[in-house]
């Protein structure tokens, strides 16, 4: 005996399904469905219709969640290549500034004395020993290099970068007076200064050694190096 007909039952199945019909309703249609079998296979419809987009709506969450992998994992691959190109770029620079400063600032070559003439040599009324130095291969000089050995061998040896700079006036080192201080240098060193070259120890010149007498500075280096 059916109490309410087929047709109000398939009307409440979707509220029933969702569940939100009262309790009485409720009851109403699961008795009703326990005995027929029409709106069993109602219900069984909207149970199938339901899932599959159900079932879509998580495949769905997949792609989404998938694209959203995609794309923070594409941020990290495009941070990452930023970091890369960003420590490239860091290491070319360095590299162009090593090899700059390698090659236009490092003071390595020794320059070879037969480009050099060193005359004038005098002592300032202080003991400071005055000499001129020429170099006339056309390139400029900007350092020269003090050092001393256990004999007492003190040399003056002028450096230059690898690739020189030509010698623009107004000269430096490369064409003008300069002074070696020898008291100051025995003090800084320690040790007794006996001979003083301009060069290397392989290829010098000597300026000056213990017991040379050496003529008086002019005027003209006295004012020059003399001013304090
Ligand atoms: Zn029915």
């Given amino acids: 005996m059916r109490k309410v007909s087929c047709e109000i039952i398939k009307d409440m199945l979707p509220l029933y399904y969702d569940s939100v019909c009262s309790d009485d309703s409720k009851r109403m249609v699961e008795e009703h469905l326990s005995e027929c079998n029409n709106c069993k296979v109602e219900f069984k419809k909207i149970q199938d219709e339901i899932h599959i987009p159900e079932k879509s709506i998580i495949e769905n969450r ?31 620079i360095g590299i162009i500034i090593l090899g700059y400063v390698g090659l236009f600032k490092w003071e390595i070559n020794s320059v070879s004395t037969d480009v050099v003439e060193i005359r004038d040599i005098s002592e300032m009324e202080d003991g400071k020993i005055v000499y001129y130095a020429d170099i006339n291969d056309g390139y400029s000089l900007n350092t020269i290099k003090y050092d001393m050995d256990s004999e007492g061998n003190f040399y003056m040896t002028p450096l230059r970068p690898l690739i020189k700079k030509e010698a623009q006036p107004p000269y430096g080192l490369e064409k003008g007076y300069d002074f070696i201080d020898i008291k100051v240098q ?40 003399g001013l304090e």
């Fill in 186 to 225: 025995e003090e800084f060193r320690g040790k007794e200064i006996k001979r003083i070259y301009y060069g290397t120890p392989k290829d010098k010149i000597l300026i000056w050694e213990k017991g040379m007498v050496l003529p008086k500075a002019s005027e003209e280096v006295e004012k020059y190096f």
């Fill in 62 to 92: 997949t792609d989404s969640n998938v694209i959203k992998n995609i794309s923070t994992s594409w941020k990290r691959l495009r941070l990452k290549s930023f970091i890369k190109g960003g420590i490239i770029t860091a290491l070319l």
